[in-house]
T-cell receptor, first 116, second 112 residues
Framework: AQKVTQAQTEISVVEKEDVTLDCVYETRDTTYYLFWYKQPPSGELVFLIRRNSFDEQNEISGRYSWNFQKSTSSFNFTITASQVVDSAVYFCALSESGNAGNMLTFGGGTRLMVKP | DVKVTQSSRYLVKRTGEKVFLECVQDMDHENMFWYRQDPGLGLRLIYFSYDVKMKEKGDIPEGYSVSREKKERFSLILESASTNQTSMYLC???????????FGPGTRLLVL
C-alpha cells in the first residue's frame, strides 16, 4: 500500500531564512508520481510540482527547489529566502501508476509559518 | 488556466437535511474527485468519477453519494447530513490517469 509521511507538522521561520519541508513515501510500484501542493489560508490547494519516478533530476523554480532521491524514498521541498506569503500548509502526495483514476495519497501536511 | 469552481465557500445545514455540493471544471477533464479535509486526518478521498455516469468509491464513501450527469459537473450528495460530516470539502479534476489533479477553492460545511 502507498503511504506518504510528512514528519514535520509545523515549522516556524523568520523571513529570509531558508526552510526545507520533508516528504518520505512508500510504494511497491516502480512507476509513480509525486506532487507538492500549497494550501494558503483561503483553502484552495495550489499545484506546485509533479515528478515521475524515472526523473530524479532536481528542479528549481524561482525560490522553490525540489530534491528527489529514490534511494531514500524522499521528495523534499526547499524554499530559499522565505517570505511571509509562503505561510501555508504544504502537502506532499503520491500517485501510483495504473491505479484507477490516479488516486492521490496525501501526507498529513506541514504548516509553515514565516514571521516578518 | 484550469478552473475548478465549487458552488459555495461556506454552508450551514441542519442535521437530517439533504445537502448538495456542486463542482464544475472547465477543462474537459475526464476525472473528477471529492475529498474531505479534517484536522489531523489530512485529505481523504470520498468518491471519484472517471467518466460521465461512472463513479468509484474512495476511502470514506459512507454517508455520501455522487452524481455525474455531465462531464464538467460532479455533485456530492449528503442524503441526511450529520454533525460528523462537518468538514472542508474539496473537489478536484484531472485530464487522464496519472495527470495532475487541480483543486477547487473548497466548501466549508457546518452541520448543526
Amino acid at each position: 500500500a502507498q503511504k506518504v509521511t510528512q514528519a514535520q507538522t509545523e515549522i516556524s521561520v523568520v523571513e529570509k531564512e531558508d526552510v526545507t519541508l520533508d516528504c518520505v513515501y512508500e510504494t511497491r510500484d516502480t512507476t509513480y508520481y509525486l506532487f507538492w501542493y500549497k494550501q494558503p489560508p483561503s483553502g484552495e490547494l495550489v499545484f506546485l510540482i509533479r515528478r515521475n519516478s524515472f526523473d530524479e533530476q532536481n528542479e528549481i523554480s524561482g525560490r522553490y527547489s525540489w530534491n528527489f532521491q529514490k534511494s531514500t524514498s524522499s521528495f523534499n521541498f526547499t524554499i530559499t529566502a522565505s517570505q511571509v506569503v509562503d505561510s501555508a500548509v504544504y502537502f506532499c502526495a503520491l500517485s501510483e501508476s495504473g491505479n484507477a483514476g490516479n488516486m492521490l495519497t496525501f501526507g498529513g501536511g506541514t504548516r509553515l509559518m514565516v514571521k516578518p | 488556466d484550469v478552473k475548478v469552481t465549487q458552488s459555495s465557500r461556506y454552508l450551514v445545514k441542519r442535521t437530517g437535511e439533504k445537502v448538495f455540493l456542486e463542482c464544475v471544471q472547465d477543462m474537459d477533464h475526464e476525472n473528477m474527485f471529492w475529498y474531505r479535509q479534517d484536522p489531523g486526518l489530512g485529505l481523504r478521498l470520498i468518491y471519484f468519477s472517471y467518466d460521465v455516469k461512472m463513479k468509484e468509491k474512495g476511502d470514506i464513501p459512507e454517508g455520501y453519494s455522487v452524481s455525474r450527469e455531465k462531464k464538467e459537473r460532479f455533485s456530492l450528495i449528503l442524503e441526511s447530513a450529520s454533525t460528523n460530516q462537518t468538514s472542508m470539502y474539496l473537489c478536484a479534476s484531472s485530464f487522464r490517469v496519472e495527470e495532475t489533479q487541480y483543486f477547487g477553492p473548497g466548501t466549508r460545511l457546518l452541520v448543526l
